[in-house]
Each structure stands twice: as structure tokens, then as C-alpha cells.
């Protein structure tokens, strides 16, 4: 009989309590699962690319429109790479009741500006020479069924010379991104075309991006930007990517803390009941083991039995509460996409999971282990 | 039948009183439902501060004008001379003086007390005299504002959440220093409890929007007036604007919430919920298990399966209730009187959480049902039980 068998047999005494053990450890690491993908959204971007980025906006209302001129005044800045600007404008393809986002941006800094945004070289070069030309994520192509070099007409809220708010434009290149907290929807056209044939509203833009030769200075060039237009109608408000999407999410509540007290309630508890559960296992298969002994097994092997039979359990029920929760994840995603982005179970997750796991086993179990491995051989009359 | 109850009251003495000789297994179940009931109380702490903000849940009778493309006054922003084309719209309560409330709200970033982070407020400026529409708002300490100076009052709750507020003390917005006369507070403690308040003039050349407003309150003269109201205004040229009801747009802003706190919470608790049952029904097996022979001979000297059910049932009870109990005080007893600051995406909200009798009973209520629901299993496995089967087990 292999050591696994008699692990195997040990599981088979008593099914009901290891169904619902089972069951109890299972849902804790649901939640812990779902936890750590929320935090993922709570976190700030482990993205690279993203602490060499500045993010600036008007200072008052969410949509002030700032004049580009802006931007060459932030591209004196020292330490400052390039700069991007960028208007925002929703747009609304044939009767499909849901919107897009175009980005407008300059677009000779866009490639540049996010690189974690991969095009192949031609579809590059398409969209830098066609102004007309639309970048989208694999998401926005799929929804509206589109194909790579199609023309498609958008209405906008953008009237141009003619009043019209319709625009024609040339879906040239498609991104795909390994990160996951990219969303696969956005959709960048040219400032320019925008610009050139709009009535009013020429020459703003609500935002831009700042690309700096060095993460560390971050923070002192975000500030020496701000402090440039400090009297400049509108002023700037200028944070390092990751602050400001950080700073935006933690208006929220401490999710970190929400998220330790959760987890820690739950685990203590179930610490507690897999602990209690294990003691009366050995409580009950005294005879068992004392049995085994007699039979010349060592104490040490028997507190191995135990920590073996309590890990089994305890990684069976893990691994099928984390599937159960990255199930559950990933269908849950694109429906709160939008209010939490980067919402995603990340792969370091199952690493920290299973350390969990293996602790919670070992806890749970050392010291009835070590109780059953103390066992006398002959049990006294009052056991 | 009278049998069957005293048979029941004697087996239920009895079982209490061995409780403490399985100390262990009913800590386990107590402690899970402590933990239920705590976080079940937790979040209707919440939802009651929530439901605290959202107290006035708008009239009928009082339209909001944004701009067009805006669907919250935070994000809108108009011309003040909007204010003036919407003075002959149809449906207006003409009489009342203040028909009309021209607001500019913005909001600015301001350090919270528990870790200094900035949060973003939601600052209103009212325009002239027409303060507000007779809102059930009254000053708790110092004095209102007075129009033309640079002069704030902040809302009671929000004072409280934020760091270094208090009378006379001033506040950096956007390019000036406003000085905070007083602190208000709202009857029932309100969604303006959250704000700051000020003179739209002063409010709007400071942080960026000279000559803008965001929204305009009009009162109109009876609820039906809504429509014509509203289709007067969006078609009238030179003006894109948007009209809601206050109802529908508070309603709107408080769906927003509910999706990304209510449902979130609801969910763990009932997670907690199944793993506390869970964890009981474990107790309950267990205990049977240990004093199967004991209820196999109470079974063969003449107790009925009904009394030995019920007693189990009545044992899973007790847990829940001293577990349900301890966790609802344990949590009532950390949030009562507190208040939290969370944010609906545009700005802040200052709630306060208060656990209020009934929510604390509801809670523990629902602790009791699920502990029923974990002593049932074993309560008819044990009805059920072959009593000679039971008397031979060791």
C-alpha cells in the first residue's frame, strides 16, 4: 500500500466532516481569491511604463478645456521626455446603443508615450501616415465587428464646418497588450483631423501626458510643472500615473485595510474550526494510530500522516475555492470593468494562495499531529 | 404533547449543561457566527449611513438644468447668463422669491484626518440671495457665509473627516484662502453635510470657472410641469442643456454607490454566512457523534425522536445566539457613532455610521436562522437513527 493510499484511507474516516471541512476551507479561499484581484484594482499599476508618466489636467472641473500651448511649456521642463495631449470625445457607432471613447492625441508622441500598447511596425506606420486613421483594442473591434482597414463612420458630438458630427475613419492598426490592466477598449484617432475641421473648441485639449527620463523625479517635476502655470488660466493639477490612480480609488475607503480585517476573520475562523476538526479526528482514530505504532511506525512518521492528511485536504480545497473564485473573476470583469479597471486575478496570486494554504495546513494540524505521534501504546483503561 | 415538551425541557437542561465538556467544537461555531453577525452589522452600519445620505430623496417638483452632456453637476458647466433664459421657461413657481438657484459645484482636494490622503470635496456656490431652496439646513457653530467675501461654512460631518477644520480656521481653494465662518449641519444629516458652501462669485474665479455655473435648481410651480418645462429648455437654441428631476438624478447618484459598495458587501456576508453554517453543522455532527450512545439511551428509556431533535436544534440555537449576539455588540460596540468617508467617483461622502436597535435584532435574527438551518441536518439524522444501531457504536 503506497504512502498516498494510506493518506487517501486516513480522508475516508468520517466523510461528512471532511465535506464540510472541505466545504469551510473551499469558501475561504474564494473570498481570499476575490480579494486579491480587488486589491489588484485598489494597487497601483506594477506597469512600468506607468511611473515614467505624469498625468495632468485642468484644475477645477473634471473637463476644462486647456489650451495645447500648454504643451510646449511642459516639454521645457527638465527631465521631461515628450509630451502628449489629448481631448476625450464619445462617439457612437450606427444604432449600437454603446458608446466609445476617442481618444484625440498627438499623435507622434502616442507610441512613445505607451509602449505597453503593442502594434506590429506596418500597422504603425498606417496609422502615423493617414490622419483619418482610428487605433483600437481587440475588444472595441470585436464589438462592432470591424476589420482591419475598414472605413467606418462615427457620430460625435464634434460639429465641423458643415455641421456635421459625422467623421469617417480608417480602422489602420489594432494594440494588444499583455498587461491586463490595459483595457481592451480604447480607441486613439488623430488630434489633428479632429482639430482641423471643428468649429469652436480648436486648439484645447482636457489633458496631457508627460513622459519623464526618470521615475524618481516624478513627484519634484509634477510639481515644477504645476508651479509653471500657477497663474495661467486654467492652472494644472499634475500626478505620477500611478498616485493619481491610486489617489482616485482610495477615495473609496482603506480597501487594504477593509480587505485584511475580511481575509483575517475569516481565516481565524476557519483556522479554528480546521484545528478543532483534526483534533477529534486523532481523538477518534486513537486506536488507529496507536495501532500503527504498535505496528513499528516511528512518532515522527505519524505527526507526518497527520500533517500530510491535513495539507491533502487543505490544497484540494484551496485549489478549488481559487478556480471557483477565478471563475468568478473572470466573469464578473467585464461587467465592473468600468468602475474598477484592472479588476483580474493576478498570477503571483496563486503563489501567495498557496503559501496560505500550506501554513493553514500546518497550523491547523501540527498539534493534534504532535498529540497522535505522543500516543501511548496501550491506551489507559479510562481513554 | 406535554410529554413531548417536558421531555424536551429536561434534555435541553441537560444539554447546556454539557456544553463546557465540548468547550472546543462550540467556540469553533460560536466564533463563526460572531464573525457572521459582526459583519452583517458592519454593513447595514453602512447601508444606514448610506440610506443617512441619501435622506431626502428629492422632490418632484424641483428640476435640475445641466449641461448637455454632463449627468452630474460636478462634471457641468454653463454660462451664467443661462440662468437669466431659463427665468421665461414655462412651469416656473413664479411667485416664490428663489424660484430659481443658479450653483457653480466643483470639487477640490483636501487632506482627510485619518491619514492626511487628499480627497476630493464637493464645493456648491450659490449665487446672490438665493441661498437654496429651502433646504433643512442650520448652523451648528459661527455663522453663514456673507456674499462677497471670501468666506466658506462646512458641512458637520464632512468637518469632522477632514483635517484641521473649525471656525476660523481658512482653507486653500483653488487660487485663494477661504475662511471658514461656520459649520453646518442638515436636519437628518444629509448628502450636504459633505459640502462646502460658499459664494459661487468668490468660488468661481478662485478655482478656475469665472462667469460658469454648473447647475441650475428651479422649483416649479406643480410636478406636471416638469415636461413642458423640460422640452421648452432642451430645444431652445443657444442653450444645451439637460434636465432632470431631482428624484432621478439623486437616484441615478445613489445606483452608482450601491453597485460599488452595497452588492460587494452583501456578497462576502453571505459567503461568511454558508462558511459559518457550514462550520456549525461541523459542531453539531460532531457532538452527536461523541454522545451518540447517550442519545441512542435516552432514545431506548422512552424519549420521543421529536424531543431529541428539538433539543439538538434548540443546542444549535444557543450558539448562534451567544455568537450572533457577541459579534453584532463586538461591532456595534466599534462603528456605533463613527463616521466613515468614502466617495461616490466625483466626491466625497462623510457618513455616519450608526447601528440602530433593529439593525443589530436583524442581524442577529439572521444568525439564528442560519444556525437553525446548520442544526437541522443533524437534528433529523438523528431522529432518524436506528436505536439499537446507536447503542452499539463505541
Known amino acids: ?383 | 404533547m406535554s410529554s413531548t415538551l417536558s421531555q424536551f425541557l429536561s434534555l435541553f437542561a441537560m444539554s447546556i449543561r454539557s456544553l463546557p465538556s465540548r468547550a472546543s467544537s462550540s467556540i469553533v461555531a460560536i466564533v463563526g457566527f460572531a464573525v457572521t453577525g459582526g459583519v452583517l452589522v458592519s454593513v447595514l452600519a453602512l447601508a444606514n449611513g448610506l440610506s443617512g445620505f441619501w435622506r431626502s430623496p428629492g422632490s418632484d417638483d424641483v428640476a435640475i438644468v445641466l449641461a448637455r452632456s454632463s449627468f452630474s453637476e460636478v462634471g457641468s458647466r454653463l454660462a451664467r447668463n443661462a440662468g437669466s433664459l431659463i427665468q421665461q421657461a414655462p412651469g416656473l413657481a413664479q411667485a416664490q422669491r428663489g424660484a430659481t438657484s443658479p450653483q457653480l459645484v466643483t470639487t477640490a482636494a483636501l487632506p482627510r484626518a485619518s491619514d492626511g490622503k487628499g480627497v476630493s470635496v464637493l464645493v456648491r456656490g450659490f449665487d446672490g440671495a438665493a441661498w437654496s431652496l429651502d433646504r433643512d439646513t442650520s448652523m451648528l457653530a459661527g455663522h453663514p457665509f456673507q456674499h462677497g467675501l471670501d468666506e466658506i461654512i462646512v458641512g458637520e460631518k464632512l468637518a469632522r473627516t477632514l483635517s484641521g477644520i473649525a471656525v476660523g480656521s481658512s482653507l486653500q481653494l483653488g487660487v485663494s484662502r477661504f475662511k471658514v465662518t461656520g459649520i453646518f449641519k442638515e436636519q437628518g444629516g444629509g448628502r450636504y453635510e459633505s459640502e462646502i458652501w460658499g459664494d459661487a462669485n468668490q468660488l468661481a474665479p478662485a478655482m478656475g470657472d469665472a462667469g460658469k455655473i454648473s447647475a441650475i435648481y428651479v422649483r416649479l410651480a406643480s410636478k406636471d410641469d416638469f415636461e413642458s418645462f423640460a422640452n421648452y429648455l432642451m430645444n431652445l437654441p443657444g442653450l444645451d442643456v439637460n434636465v432632470f428631476r431631482e428624484r432621478d438624478y439623486l437616484a441615478q447618484q445613489t445606483d452608482r454607490f450601491r453597485v460599488l459598495v452595497m452588492i460587494p458587501g452583501l456578497a462576502i456576508v453571505s459567503l461568511m454566512g454558508i462558511a459559518a453554517m457550514l462550520a456549525a453543522a461541523n459542531t453539531m455532527l460532531s457532538a452527536i457523534q461523541v454522545r451518540l450512545r447517550e442519545l441512542g439511551t435516552l432514545r431506548a428509556i422512552g424519549f420521543g425522536p421529536t424531543a431529541v431533535a428539538a433539543q439538538i436544534l434548540a443546542e444549535a440555537l444557543v450558539l448562534g445566539l451567544l455568537g450572533g449576539a457577541a459579534g453584532a455588540l463586538i461591532a456595534a460596540g466599534m462603528l456605533h457613532g463613527e463616521s466613515a468617508l468614502t466617495s461616490n467617483g466625483l466626491s466625497a461622502m462623510a457618513l455616519s455610521l450608526s447601528v440602530r436597535p433593529e439593525a443589530a435584532f436583524a442581524a442577529i435574527g439572521t444568525v439564528l436562522l442560519f444556525s437553525l438551518i446548520a442544526g437541522a441536518w443533524p437534528a433529523i439524522l438523528m431522529s432518524r437513527i436506528c436505536v439499537v444501531d446507536a447503542l452499539r457504536k463505541t
Open chain 1, 1 to 383: 500500500m503506497g504512502y498516498m493510499e494510506l493518506v487517501a484511507s486516513g480522508l475516508r474516516f468520517r466523510k461528512s466532516q471532511i465535506f464540510v471541512t472541505f466545504a469551510c476551507v473551499s469558501i475561504a479561499f474564494l473570498l481570499l481569491g476575490v480579494l486579491i484581484s480587488a486589491r489588484e484594482a485598489f494597487t497601483a499599476s506594477g506597469n512600468v511604463a506607468s511611473s515614467y508618466r505624469l498625468r495632468s489636467q485642468g484644475s477645477s472641473a473634471v473637463t476644462a478645456p486647456i489650451p495645447i500651448s500648454y504643451a510646449q511649456k511642459i516639454a521645457s521642463v527638465p527631465g521631461v521626455k515628450s509630451v502628449l495631449y489629448a481631448n476625450a470625445e464619445p462617439a457612437a457607432y450606427q444604432d449600437d446603443p454603446r458608446h466609445l471613447l476617442l481618444q484625440a492625441a498627438s499623435a507622434s508622441e502616442l507610441f512613445g508615450m505607451f509602449p505597453e500598447l503593442t502594434v506590429p511596425d506596418e500597422q504603425r506606420k498606417a496609422f502615423l501616415g493617414d490622419k483619418q486613421s482610428l487605433l483600437v483594442g481587440p475588444d472595441t473591434l470585436k464589438r462592432y465587428g470591424w476589420k482591419l482597414g475598414q472605413a467606418v463612420t462615427l457620430q460625435t458630438n464634434v460639429l465641423d464646418t458643415t455641421g456635421a458630427a459625422s467623421w469617417v475613419f480608417h480602422v489602420d492598426a489594432v494594440y494588444h497588450s499583455d498587461d491586463p490592466k490595459v483595457p481592451g477598449d480604447l480607441a486613439f484617432v488623430h488630434y489633428t483631423y479632429f482639430n482641423d475641421a471643428r468649429v469652436g473648441n480648436k486648439d484645447v485639449a482636457i489633458g496631457f501626458v508627460t513622459y519623464i527620463n526618470a521615475p524618481d523625479q516624478a513627484t519634484r517635476i509634477a510639481s515644477t510643472i504645476d508651479q509653471l502655470f500657477a497663474t495661467s488660466s486654467p492652472r494644472l493639477i499634475t500626478q505620477p500615473e500611478n498616485q493619481a490612480m491610486e489617489n482616485q480609488l482610495t477615495q473609496f475607503g482603506d480597501f487594504s485595510k477593509i480587505t485584511i480585517v475580511v481575509a483575517g476573520l475569516v481565516f481565524v475562523s476557519m483556522l479554528l474550526l480546521s484545528h478543532n476538526v483534526w483534533h477529534e479526528r486523532v481523538q477518534m482514530r486513537r486506536v488507529e494510530l496507536a495501532t500503527m505504532k504498535a505496528l513499528g511506525f516511528q512518532p515522527g512518521s505519524v505527526l507526518a500522516l497527520i500533517i500530510t492528511e491535513a495539507m491533502t485536504l487543505t490544497l484540494a480545497a484551496a485549489t478549488c475555492g481559487l478556480a471557483t473564485a477565478i471563475v468568478l473573476v473572470t466573469v464578473l470583469r467585464p461587467l465592473v470593468e468600468n468602475f474598477l479597471p484592472g479588476f483580474h486575478f493576478p498570477l503571483r496570486g496563486i503563489a501567495l494562495s498557496a503559501a496560505v494554504a500550506i501554513v493553514f495546513a500546518v497550523l491547523s494540524s501540527v498539534l493534534p499531529a504532535y498529540r497522535a505521534s505522543r500516543l501511548p501504546f496501550r491506551l489507559s483503561s479510562c481513554d
